[in-house]
């Protein structure tokens, strides 16, 4: 499954970067977050892994975030992977000429197990879901303005 959301950020794209790279901030705007435990390498680059812990209900789950390319500001591709799938991101940032960021996320998941056959009837859910974060994001850094 493939799709892509993107949105303007009324900040300079230095800044998106670097609260977008700020483990700290990310339960600001990923509900259910947890924790965020880093592994191995400095977060947003690559060879960086970190496992995000969420409480989802009563469920608990965990992720693995991995970086697997970074060019500077301009956009970084991670990984994450659950045992259900693994949602491959590419993150790109672009200035405006305003001094705002366009900011635009490429989603591709690859399902395993059951969610192979479940996927398909919830591709709404997926996308509305990556939306809601993008938009929680966007709110969160124009409030750290």
């Known amino acids: 499954m493939e799709y892509e959301h993107s949105t303007k950020i009324s900040l300079p794209v230095d800044r998106v970067y670097a609260l977008l790279n700020d483990h700290a901030g990310m339960k600001h705007w990923m509900p259910g977050l947890t924790a965020v435990e880093p592994i191995e390498g400095e977060n947003g680059h690559v060879g960086s892994k970190a496992i995000l812990r969420f409480q989802m209900g009563k469920r608990i789950m965990s992720m693995e975030e991995h970086v697997l ?77």
């Open 69 to 145: 390319e970074a060019n500077g500001k301009d956009h970084v591709v991670a990984e994450y992977r659950s045992p259900m799938a693994v949602n491959r991101v590419k993150k790109t940032l672009s200035a405006n000429p305003d001094g705002s960021t366009e900011y635009r996320m490429e989603n591709h998941f690859t399902f395993r197990g059951v969610m192979r056959l479940m996927a398909p009837l919830m591709k709404g859910t997926f996308k509305k879901t990556s939306l809601g974060y993008l938009e929680r994001f966007k709110a969160y850094a124009e409030s750290q303005a």
